[in-house]
């Protein structure tokens, strides 16, 4: 492979608990830094690049320096939703390229379950009256909705089933009862039978929006956790063997006149992260697509290139996507977000887990497994929305 | 009588759209020089960037695209509203716009994409805006 590796994971760590009253989202952040620092044998004072997507009490480009108590070379506070640790890796292996930063970090807190936020279906009003906000507001469409709308018009065009679909909630519980803080999780969150599941569970679970069902929804977490980018120099002398982004590509899509719903920010930012990772989807032993929903992976599976528009359905079915399944891509193998963490915006969790896959650390593990892909889907699938798209190559 | 969230203003790209609903209309954006339809109203041609834009009144009449049927929205204007449908509908001009389907008894068995739809404006208990809903032909 003739891919440049400039830039490596070198530390991850995942805040272990979904549930965690009383704690804020900065102490989430802090432990996480700490621990994924430890995790690549760096030292606080190693940190000269911050990436952060506004989260917690003190985030934010202008507070988190400052708390944290280092002097960054480099700040980013790009946010763009539950994509935003993938557009922040791609931004810290350009920076690290360019010499801007040598040890990056990137962190998140959240607070969601203990707060009761309702992200799926509560009402999304800012502050300030809004072009968009102003033509949607009066019809009371939740998030979910719309994923749901993304849903139904692929089923239309495409004959895509539930039942299809439910293989990726099946594939995933599979992984995450394998994971024991993702059945904490489930556990702390009083899931109904924290159990494997089967295609007729997803069936039969209540209708949230339809055509999405409960099973075919996220949870939602307290959470967080932190990544540490480092360059080639650093990274061939951390504790860890060097987890090496290859790849990378940004995207946004909107609602267009005449635009096809079914296709996501993906299908433009797939495309550039595997031309520069310079593999092609085949090839991809590990995806780590975010599951907000099951349509979101769907979608996103086929715009990365896995299958072709309108085939996903027989792709996903019947748990294709398990780990112990030869000749597919293993699918969120550490539960996703369907089963094991989702506080609101998953992107970071997609790293952590490829990283993990790449070192041959998953509670998942796929065997020899060489490449990753881990795919963000920020902002609202069939609205506005992004995706960042990180390609993940072992040492 | 419906009681949803009206539009809030000042909000220079959408206001001129909501007068209209005041008026019974429909109103969209074209392009002078080029003819493409702009939808959500803004103050540019998003495929040019040209201001040059003028305003028209939509025959009201299309086809919804998709939909999805609520069922639980934590929202107080919503909360007690029970299942109601969402949906993105093309107007026979050329442009998407979300609303949701009237007139139907059961939203999750009498609305199919491809339906035929015709707008019209639904008083609200509070606040001196009707929304367009659109209800099937």
Not at chain 1, 82 to 108: M, N, P, Q, T, W
Not at chain 1, 158 to 177: F, P
Not at chain 1, 366 to 386: D, F, I, P, Q
């Amino acid at each position: 492979m003739a891919q440049e590796r400039t830039a490596a994971i070198v530390g991850v760590y995942e805040y272990p608990l979904r549930v965690a009253p009383g704690i804020s989202a900065m102490e989430v952040k802090i432990e996480s830094i700490a621990q994924a620092l430890a995790d690549a044998g760096l030292e606080w004072s190693d940190v000269d690049g911050l990436y952060d997507a506004g989260d917690g009490e003190a985030g934010g480009g202008l507070q988190l320096a400052a708390y944290l108590g280092i002097n960054p070379t480099v700040i980013d506070t790009t946010q763009v939703g539950g994509s935003s640790y993938e557009f922040h890796a791609a931004h810290a292996v350009r920076d690290i390229a360019a010499g801007k930063c040598k040890v990056a970090v990137l962190s998140y807190g959240s607070t969601s379950a203990s707060n009761r936020v309702a992200i799926g279906t509560g009402g999304r009003v800012s502050p300030a009256p809004n072009w968009q906000q102003n033509m949607e507001s009066p019809y009371g469409s939740t998030l979910i909705s719309n994923y749901a709308m993304v849903k139904q018009r692929h089923m239309h065009e495409y004959g895509t089933t539930t039942e299809q679909l439910a293989g990726i909630s099946v594939a995933t519980r599979k992984h995450a009862m394998r994971n024991p803080e993702a059945v904490k999780a489930m556990t702390d969150l009083q899931f109904v039978g924290v159990r494997e599941i089967t295609v007729e569970d997803v069936l039969e679970s209540r209708i949230v929006a339809d055509p999405l069902h409960l099973l075919e929804c996220c949870m939602i977490s307290d959470g967080g956790g932190a990544v540490v980018i480092a360059s080639a120099e650093i990274a061939r002398n951390c504790k860890k063997p060097p987890v090496w982004i290859i790849g990378s590509g940004e995207a946004t899509k909107y609602l267009e006149n005449n635009g096809d719903i079914t296709t996501s920010a993906a299908a433009q930012s797939g495309p550039i992260a595997f031309q520069e990772a310079g593999i092609n989807p085949s090839e991809i032993d590990i995806a780590m697509i975010y599951d907000s929903f099951s349509i979101t992976v769907a979608v996103c599976l086929e715009d990365l290139g896995f299958c072709a528009k309108g085939e996903v359905g027989d792709y996903v079915a019947n748990g294709r996507l398990a780990f112990d399944v030869k000749g597919t891509p293993a699918l969120n193998t550490d539960g996703g977000g369907l089963s094991s963490n989702h506080p609101g915006m998953r992107g970071i969790f997609l790293l952590f887990e490829a990283a993990r896959q790449l070192r041959g650390e998953s509670t998942s593990q796929v065997e020899g497994a060489k490449l990753a892909v881990a795919h963000g889907n920020g902002g609202l699938l069939g609205g506005t929305h992004t995706g960042g798209t990180i390609i993940l190559a072992k040492d | 009588m419906p009681n949803r969230p009206q539009p809030r203003f000042p909000e220079p790209n959408t206001e001129y759209f909501w007068e209209g609903c005041k008026e019974g209309e429909l109103r969209y954006q074209v392009n002078d020089a080029t003819g493409e339809v702009v939808f959500y109203p803004r103050m540019h041609d998003p495929k040019t960037g040209s201001r040059d834009l003028s305003w028209k009144v939509s025959k009201g009449e299309g086809t919804i695209y998709t939909f999805s049927v609520v069922r639980q929205n934590r929202m107080p204007n919503f909360i007690d509203l029970g299942a109601y449908s969402v949906a993105y509908i093309d107007l026979d001009e050329g442009f998407r716009i979300m609303s949701t389907i009237v007139g139907v008894d059961n939203p999750t068995e009498d609305i199919s994409i491809g339906q035929r739809v015709r707008v019209e404006f639904e008083k609200q208990d509070e606040g001196e805006y009707p929304i367009p809903v659109f209800r099937p032909i």
